[in-house]
Every structure is written in C-alpha cells, then in structure tokens.
C-alpha cells in the first residue's frame, strides 16, 4: 500500500444510498430476525476495502478513483442471507449488473497498480444489514431498486458506540446514453 507515515484512517471505496434507498434498504433488513443491525446511516455496498492508510495513501487513492470511468446504473437488490462463518446478514442482487462489475474491476486494477493490496477473492456485491446474526437460508426479499449515478471513498471512524461511516469524496458514473 501506499505510504507508511503519519495518522492513518481506514477507508473504503463504497457505493452510498440516498435516503429514499436507505429507508428501503433499512425496511428489508427488518427481514433478518436475529443479530445486531447495522445501524441504517452506515449502509452502503462496499466496492474495494483498503484498510488503514495514511495520508499518501489517501491521495493515491482519490487519484486511482478520479480516472475511473464507468457507466450509471440500475442495482435490483431481490435476495436476503447470511454468511455463515461470519455472521454477517446481507441483501444481495440476483445477478450482478455489467456496469457494476465494470467499476469494481477498474478500480481494483487501478488501485492494484498503485501498490493497494486488496481481497482478490471475486467480488460478491451486497448490503450488510447485521453482524453476528443466526445462519439463514437464502431466500427473495421485495425488491429494492437503487439508481447508482455515483461512488464513494468512504472513512470508518470507531466512537464508543460503534463505527460511523462519512464519504470524504464522491465521483459521478457516466450517464447512460440517451
């Protein structure tokens, strides 16, 4: 990863709900019967988790975000479930979309190229709704469509009631065409 010096905040590549799509995400995860919810401003999809950077590292990334270009986007979230080692509940889309795993990739590869050290398991896009939540079967949730126009860099800053995400930047996708 970039850099090595000065205070480090752990940060995200995220997409961000507005609050219409919050409020759905937030009335589906009413879905998942056990465990401790997230708590509805820090939904969000993660794209790319960089972990602990420090400032350089930081701008790196705001550089690697800012060539990005990928097309706007429909995202169908229409399937609830769990991870079972780790606990996790989650909304998921059936399939994911072309555009959406078009920005994931072109990130990655550029943030790989900067020297960031990423998860190289394959992307499986979905919406954290709980953590430490009871194993579920997958199963259909009504749907929650979410126009994605945009993404995040994203820090997670720990309070003593827990972590409390704020976007630090955002960049638009490229509308479709017409």
């Not at 820090?42 to 990928?70: I, K, W």
């Not at 800053?157 to 996708?173: A, I, M, N, Q, V």
């Amino acid at each position: 990863m970039p850099g090595n010096s000065g205070q480090r905040e752990r940060l995200f590549f995220a997409l961000w709900p507005d609050d219409a799509v919050r409020a759905r995400l937030a009335a589906a995860a009413e879905t998942v019967r056990h465990g401790r919810r997230v708590p509805t401003g820090n939904l969000h999809l993660t794209l790319a988790f960089l972990g602990d950077c420090d400032e350089r590292a930081r701008e790196a990334a705001v550089r690697v975000a800012g060539t990005v270009v990928a097309p706007a986007f429909a995202l169908t979230l229409t399937r609830c479930g769990t991870f079972r080692r780790s606990g996790v509940a989650w909304l998921a889309p059936e399939v994911t979309p072309p555009a959406l795993q078009t920005l994931v990739t072109r990130l990655h590869e550029g943030l790989i190229e900067t020297g960031f050290n990423l998860d190289r398991r394959p992307f499986r896009p979905h919406v954290t709704v709980a953590r430490k939540a009871a194993p579920q079967r997958t199963r259909t949730i009504t749907p929650v469509d979410w126009p994605v126009s945009e993404f995040c860099l994203v820090v997670s800053r720990l309070h003593p009631d827990g972590s409390r995400y704020e976007r630090l930047h955002r960049w638009p996708l490229a509308a479709a065409p017409a």
